[in-house]
């Protein structure tokens, strides 16, 4: 697979507007989404059950196969509930054997099966609701400090792209785990090369990304302290 790739400036003063008003819509839903991981690693369980019915609404409003994912990290919460079930002391609330539930395991064990989920359902509505050129521009945007160091943003920007777009042309193949490496080899060395030409604007730090910046990081060190 053959990609052009073109960086061009917005020139269109009407587009410019439009572009600034859905990156900083964007940008504030990024921002509340982070602060929101931070906050997960704290809350109690009650908090976590709002914080999921939440998501649960918000799943049938974004139209998300919410039990689907669930289905996914069974294995996992599973994991989580028998490990803190069985391992915490305290009041015990079931006894066979060598076998024990305690009344504090079984709260530890909801409330981090929640902030499991919520933490995974967290970056799943970030993916589901910000486009992914956002990602892209973020991640560039984070690298920007590194061009001390000789870094070529330019270069930068055309290999994160490509990354992107070929998770996207790949995610739509059918194919195992087992046999991923000869699915890639294939598509490497095929002779009929699918062109693909795509533009975007180069990416450049503003005022506002400072502004982002000094707003997270105000809010993180005053959340260290409540």
């Known amino acids: 697979m053959i990609l052009k790739i073109r960086m061009t400036s917005l020139k269109n003063p009407m587009r410019m507007i439009k572009n600034s008003k859905f990156n900083m819509i964007h940008s504030l839903i990024f921002f509340l989404g982070l602060l929101l991981l931070i906050?997960?690693?704290?809350?109690?369980?009650?908090?976590?059950?709002?914080?999921?019915?939440?998501?649960?609404?918000?799943?049938l409003f974004l139209k998300v196969s919410f039990f689907k994912f669930i289905n996914k990290i069974k294995y996992f919460i599973l994991a989580l509930i028998v490990i803190y079930s069985f391992s915490t002391p305290?009041?015990?609330?079931?006894?066979?054997?060598?076998?024990?539930?305690?009344?504090?395991?079984?709260?530890?064990?909801i409330n981090n099966?929640?902030?499991?989920?919520?933490?995974?359902?967290?970056?799943?509505?970030?993916?589901?609701?910000?486009?992914?050129?956002?990602?892209?521009?973020?991640?560039?945007?984070?690298?920007?400090?590194?061009?001390?160091?000789?870094?070529?943003?330019?270069?930068?920007?055309?290999?994160?792209?490509?990354?992107?777009?070929?998770?996207?042309?790949y995610k739509n193949y059918s194919f195992k785990f087992s046999n991923i490496a000869t699915v890639i080899n294939n598509q490497i060395n095929t002779k009929t090369p699918i062109i693909k030409e795509n533009k975007f604007e180069q990416v450049k730090l503003s005022i506002n990304d400072f502004l982002w910046v000094l707003g997270f990081c105000a809010i993180f060190i005053i959340i260290q302290f409540l």
Not at 44 to 54: A, C, L, P, V
């Open 39 to 59: 906050i997960l690693a704290s809350v109690d369980i009650k908090i976590n059950t709002i914080i999921f019915s939440f998501f649960l609404f918000l799943s």
């Open 113 to 169: 099966t929640l902030r499991i989920i919520n933490t995974f359902l967290t970056v799943m509505f970030l993916m589901k609701i910000i486009p992914k050129n956002f990602f892209i521009e973020f991640i560039i945007k984070i690298c920007y400090p590194l061009k001390i160091f000789g870094l070529s943003i330019d270069r930068l920007t055309s290999r994160i792209f490509l990354t992107f777009d070929y998770l996207d042309f």
């Open 90 to 109: 305290g009041e015990i609330l079931f006894y066979y054997s060598f076998i024990s539930v305690t009344k504090e395991g079984l709260d530890l064990a």
